[in-house]
């Protein structure tokens, strides 16, 4: 049974940094390319990050550019999202999600997805 289990989320103030990880099982971690996703109060699940299954290609929402960085441990079968410069528009439920085809930002289409973690940016 695959499980993906988001960790790291949590109350910040704005400005402030967190970091999630969510740790895989069930399957073969390295073979997966891994999504960051989250859903804001009120608003549609949104693409925030992805990285290849080889770690050597990640792409990032323009909301979130330079601000987060996606990394993978493959050894440790978790994917890590560093949030830095936070701000209370980055509030929401952030999900990982694996997939072993590499989609677009637009295409959510993820085969397996975490239950999700809070990340509440106050002002």
């Known amino acids: 049974q695959v499980q993906l289990v988001e960790s790291g989320g949590g109350l910040v103030q704005a400005g402030g940094s967190l970091r999630l990880s969510c740790t895989a099982s069930?399957?073969?971690?390295?073979?997966?390319?891994m999504g960051w996703f989250r859903r804001a109060p009120g608003k549609e699940r949104e693409f925030v990050a992805r990285?290849?299954?080889?770690?050597?290609?990640?792409y990032y929402a323009d909301s979130v550019k330079g601000r987060f960085t996606i990394s993978r441990d493959n050894a440790k079968n978790t994917v890590y999202l560093q949030m830095n410069s936070l701000k209370p528009e980055d509030t929401a439920v952030y999900y990982c999600?694996?997939?072993?085809?590499?989609?677009?930002?637009?295409?959510?289409?993820?085969?397996?997805w975490g239950q999700g973690t809070q990340v509440t940016v106050s002002s």
């Open positions: 069930g399957l073969t971690f390295s073979s997966y390319h």
């Open positions: 990285i290849s299954r080889s770690n050597s290609n990640s």
């Open positions: 999600a694996a997939d072993q085809i590499l989609r677009s930002s637009r295409d959510y289409r993820y085969n397996y």
